[in-house]
């Protein structure tokens, strides 16, 4: 099988290690001089006799190896000092790949060497050897990308339950096809799957639409089939450091105790919504069987351990990109460039101050590491961007659905929580009072009732949120520049359609402005509501649309997706001040007299 593939398989300790034997570990993280993260204190029990041990961090190189050390104390120290395990792969031919186990020790006395011999050597390795080859087969013959070990234990489902839950979730407008991978998952999948779901992971392994699959989610935590949590996640090591039932009780700063930094929450990145079956339906295991292999962190594609006052030599043989260097034990980051016109070797000392700027290598180069400093550094190459299969809080709290679902879900009075960007949508119904006093006042109310809906659909088509009303006026916020401007063009049409089928009234005339930013979300009166420059902007904006057009903001007009929807109808750009705002805002004005509505393939970003 394809070296990157097996990797993903291996390098899967958590599974790997209960099927090869090794018991359930309880850990407890030690820190260091600087307050990071030393190592663990790790305990279990092997045929009934308590180990423990300190793990210390594991290393690796994506696609490479693999390997990590067990400083044996206790009982299990009399027999044994030091462990050291791990694998080794390489490519040897077309979709084969292969991998070299590797155990060491220094064991104390004879009977420690016997017992490596019989437990490590023989039981270890023979059962290594074989979830290798279940590996291999499960590759060739599972449909799904499923080829990773069967779980330790058959899952207690409570078929019923399940059944007659997914059968409530068919019901309410979720496709058959997600009704039936979402059931034969919490069926089958071992704990750790059906523990803390990232629903885009799970739309992009079952090849459906991300949002669909997440829209499914959260009318299945709606009606008990899965539990709902917030997770804050380290902006360094990218792992859940609180999990949260509502948003009330998230705090807009947070700890990572594995990094010892304290950071501002934000709901761009730092705060995901994860979904785990409900215990009704099945019960979970909370075993742990390793804590920090490579899996668990997918971000990191090397990491190093520096002992104090040595040199190091670290090959790396990476894909040319973009990457982040940063030591666990300082502060800042180095920008890692790998290009084939970057050097060869380079040398970098670490001395515990907080590292910064730039280093261009090539992809398969060497790097001389000189730690100065009295204690073992963990030095982490990592991906520059975060991978986008998680569902953010800012993405999620602008879904339509969600606030149809969870309207009680707002953050706790006084807080507000960053939101990096997102685009707002202002309405205005022109000349709405006049139209009162023309046709009278429930004539008038209809037809603005009317245009309410038209407004509503179009903003949850396109995978937004109706904010709040103000009169005739509406307020709506989309994780997605795209999406907003497919819902501001899909509101004119609906109105012009509105119009033509209504000759003997009035006509309606929508005045529409779009704007993306920084943002605050805060609670407003028990609803989730969002503050900032940006949304003044967005609605002050509207006032300098003439109604019938769409008043896009820069912001709005850079972004490429965005653009592509733009580009098909008559721009004027002008630059502006506008009341409250420091500096003159530029914009551009859509001339959609021709309006037509963009084809479906545009306007569903991210499915």
Avoid at 82 to 106: H, I, K, P, W, Y
Avoid at 140 to 164: C, D, G, S, W
Avoid at 243 to 261: G, M, Q, Y
Avoid at 403 to 410: D, G, K, T
Wanted: hydrophobic share 40%; aromatic share 8%; proline share 5%.
């Amino acid at each position: 099988m394809p070296l990157h593939e097996f990797w993903l398989a291996l390098s899967n300790t958590g599974r790997l290690n209960p099927y090869v034997g090794i018991p359930a570990i309880k850990f407890t993280p030690v820190p260091g001089p600087g307050g990071t993260t030393a190592y663990l204190n790790a305990r279990a029990r092997y045929l009934g006799v308590p180990v423990v041990w300190r793990e210390m961090p594991f290393e690796w190189q994506e696609d490479d190896f693999f390997l990590v050390e067990r400083q044996m104390t206790g009982l299990a120290g009399m027999f044994f000092g030091n462990l050291v395990s791990g694998a080794r792969m390489r490519t040897v031919g077309e979709n084969e790949t292969q991998v070299e186990m590797f155990g060491t020790s220094d064991t104390r006395n004879p009977l420690g060497r016997l017992l490596y011999k019989l437990i490590v050597g023989k039981q270890f390795l023979g059962a290594i050897s074989k979830a290798c080859r279940t590996i291999e087969k499960n590759y060739h013959q599972l449909a799904e990308m499923a080829y990773t070990l069967p779980p330790p234990e058959k899952p207690q489902v409570n078929r019923r339950q399940l059944f007659a839950l997914c059968a409530s979730l068919r019901e309410s407008n979720t496709t058959e096809e997600i009704v039936t991978l979402l059931r034969r998952h919490l069926a089958s999948a071992p704990d750790d799957e059906v523990v803390l779901m990232r629903a885009f992971v799970l739309a992009d392994k079952w090849q459906q639409p991300r949002k669909a699959v997440l829209r499914a989610c959260l009318k299945a935590s709606r009606l008990g089939l899965l539990d709902a949590t917030w997770e804050v996640m380290c902006p360094n090591c990218r792992v859940s450091k609180g999990s949260f039932a509502s948003l009330r009780d998230l705090k807009p700063t947070a700890h990572c105790d594995t990094c010892n930094i304290r950071y501002d929450v934000n709901f761009d990145q730092y705060v995901e919504l994860r979904f785990t079956v409900s215990e009704a339906v099945r019960k979970t295991t909370d075993n742990t069987y390793c804590i920090g292999g490579p899996y668990v962190t997918p971000h990191i594609v090397a990491q190093s351990r520096i002992t104090a006052r040595a040199q190091a030599a670290v090959a790396i043989n990476l894909p040319a990109g973009r990457y982040r260097l940063r030591l666990r034990q300082a502060s800042g980051w180095l920008t890692l460039i790998l290009a084939p016109d970057g050097q060869p070797t380079a040398d970098l000392v670490l001395e515990g101050q907080p590292l910064g700027g730039e280093l261009r290598l090539q992809p398969q180069s060497s790097l001389s590491l000189h730690n100065q400093g009295s204690e073992d550094v963990l030095l982490i190459i990592e991906q520059e961007a975060w991978e986008n299969q998680a569902t953010s809080a800012a993405l999620v709290t602008a879904l339509q659905e969600f606030r149809n679902l969870f309207s009680s879900e707002v953050l706790s009075p006084g807080t507000n929580i960053a939101v990096r960007n997102l685009t707002f949508l202002f309405t205005d119904l022109k000349n709405s009072t006049a139209l009162y006093e023309r046709v009278g006042d429930s004539p008038a109310y209809a037809r603005v009732r009317d245009h309410f809906t038209l407004l509503t659909d179009a903003v949850a088509q396109h995978s937004g949120a109706l904010v709040k009303t103000m009169g005739d006026a509406v307020m709506a916020v989309f994780s997605e520049a795209q999406g907003a401007v497919a819902a501001g063009l899909e509101i004119q049409a609906a109105i012009n359609d509105f119009n033509t089928q209504h000759p003997q009234g009035e006509p309606l005339c929508v005045k529409v402005s779009l704007h993306s930013g920084p943002c605050l979300a805060v609670n407003a009166n028990e609803t989730l509501d969002y503050f900032g420059t940006t949304v003044n902007t967005a609605a002050r904006l509207q006032a300098l649309s003439q109604g019938g057009d769409m008043i896009v903001s820069g912001s709005v007009y850079a972004d490429e997706q965005a653009y592509d929807l733009l580009t098909p109808y008559p721009t004027e750009q002008e630059t502006t001040s506008l009341k409250g705002i420091a500096l003159p805002i530029q914009f551009y004005r859509l001339d959609l007299s021709k309006i037509r509505k963009p084809s479906s393939e545009l306007l569903v970003a991210g499915g």
